[in-house]
């Protein structure tokens, strides 16, 4: 139990930072507020009222309407003109969980995850049984699912989930490094 409680305050104290072909743990959560919010603002400017008007007439080709009526520019959502929204979002997309898979794609490093909320067990379930480029370390899929009851993660399935990662001829490293080498070929030159 000491080992333990160790382990957590190191974590918890734990600052990110990506180091090639070092491991790293991660913690995904994906909230659909930040749309919602996206939206109500956009309802509320003129400007971008008028430009959805257009956009209805088929004035505006670059513009269009997603299936939820949010507008977009070119497939990116249009931001209104709110100060607070876009320091949320700049900071969101900073601290991202999503951010933090495509970081350790890019660097070649595989994470270890522990999705402790309903939506970070779907979003885990992704990374690791979908796609292979992450190792559990413990994933209740079916008990828990809103984090009614606490669960109890033990030393030992820690310690296995970080072993898989540490393993330098893994299945989960070598995913790892196909989908990194795959996502930088659209940047080199003729890619």
Do not use: C
């Amino acid at each position: 139990m000491v080992g333990e409680w160790s382990l957590l305050k190191d974590v918890s104290e734990w600052k990110p930072r990506l180091e090639p072909k070092k491991v790293i743990f991660g913690n995904i959560e994906v909230k659909l507020t930040m749309l919602d919010r996206i939206k109500e603002g956009q309802m509320k400017e003129p400007t971008v009222q008028k430009w959805v008007e257009r956009v209805k007439k088929g004035d505006l080709p670059d513009f269009n309407l997603s299936s939820d009526e949010i507008l977009k520019f070119r497939n990116h959502v249009v931001v209104p003109k709110d100060e607070e929204l876009k320091r949320e979002i700049l900071e969101e997309s900073h601290r991202s969980s999503w951010n933090l898979v495509l970081e350790s794609v890019s660097f070649e490093v595989p994470v270890a995850v522990w999705p402790m909320y309903a939506e970070q067990q779907m979003n885990a379930f992704l990374i690791v049984k979908d796609l292979g480029i992450a190792a559990e370390i413990k994933m209740d899929y079916k008990n828990d699912i809103m984090n009614e009851n606490d669960v109890i993660v033990k030393s030992n399935e820690i310690e296995d989930g970080i072993r898989k990662l540490m393993q330098p001829d893994s299945e989960i490293r070598r995913k790892v490094k196909d989908l990194m080498e795959n996502a930088r070929i659209p940047l080199v030159k003729g890619g």
